[in-house]
């Protein structure tokens, strides 16, 4: 299994055209954004129909690029006309990637204790 510890997972808003290659990518995060595509996060594209993701990562040797498609069903992007930038957690990376929203609900209500 592929293991990445990322600094910061951000997902681009709206849609990327995936036709690109690591350095297309890497020219988006860098020119586009403004971010360093060398400092350790990881960076998320989403294709028009939301059912391809592509994943940037540098792990500190060397680039890794990511792919998936799906083959039924769609991931729940973040829409955006503009392609903004949106810091998420591992948590909400790995629902995005099991299909589910970023933005869900917690299973457990907090609660506030009055007394013991």
Known sequence: MISFEPKNIYLIT??????????????IVQDLFHMNPFDGSIYLFCNR???KIKVLYY????????????????????KDE???TL??????Y???????????????????????
Do not use: C
């Open 87 to 92: 810091v998420i957690s591992e948590q909400q």
């Open 82 to 84: 503009e392609n903004n």
């Open 49 to 51: 129909n939301h059912n």
């Open 59 to 78: 792990d500190g040797t060397g680039f890794w690029l990511l792919y998936k498609r799906l083959e039924k069903k769609t991931f729940k992007w973040k």
């Open 14 to 27: 709206g849609t990327t055209d995936l036709r690109k290659g690591i350095d297309g990518y890497a020219h």
């Open 94 to 116: 790995r629902w995005l990637l099991e299909g589910l929203k970023i933005d869900q609900h917690t299973a457990f209500k907090k609660s506030q204790p009055k007394y013991i």
